[in-house]
């Protein structure tokens, strides 16, 4: 899992980019630091150290952990692996039910995803990158349809042969 992601605009985003892999497991001896851990950064679970299909569950109004052994279907819905799209349906339905998700590959822990990693620099630059794109195109759509025509507000120069500035004036029938 890539902790320094470098922007890629065509590249597709996985929970891999993402992930943290520096992973607080539950510790009887320190629930207190457990339970901070947990409040501070909002999330309900933590793993088991000792068993991949196994986690802590927090309760945050009675600040206590309760251990749970997740049963398959508990732990398919917990778990995603880090190959997954960030944007996929079936991502995004995983997080609507669980804020933190175990990133499993092959049996192994490799680390955890909280829905607030989509706070990431790069997450913001490819969803920024996409909405730029769909703005583009559909500007072309607009231009070719005849009614609007586009006019350069600044002269193009050599070096800035593409005038950024544009605007639109509607064609009079």
């Not at 917990?78 to 039910?97: A, C, E, G, V, Y």
């Amino acid at each position: 899992m890539n902790q320094t992601l470098t922007y890629t605009p065509d590249r597709k985003l996985t929970i891999a980019d993402v992930a943290t892999r520096e992973i607080v497991y539950f510790d009887k001896d320190f629930e207190d630091k457990c339970a901070e851990f947990c409040q501070v950064r909002d999330i309900s679970l933590l793993p088991d150290l000792h068993a991949l299909r196994s986690v802590h569950k927090y309760d945050r109004s009675k600040h206590r952990f309760s251990h749970q052994l997740l049963m398959p279907n508990e732990f398919n819905q917990m778990t995603i692996t880090p190959d997954r799209f960030l944007f996929s349906n079936k991502t995004m339905d995983k997080f609507l039910k669980q804020d933190l998700l175990l990133v499993v590959e092959q049996e192994e822990l490799l680390g955890v995803v909280h829905f607030s990693d989509y706070n990431k620099s790069a997450v913001y630059e490819q969803t920024y990158h996409r909405l730029f794109k769909l703005e583009r195109g559909l500007l072309q759509l607009i231009e070719k349809s005849g009614k609007f025509q586009r006019r350069n507000l600044y002269p193009k120069t050599d070096h800035m042969p593409d005038a950024p500035l544009s605007a639109w004036d509607f064609r009079e029938e």
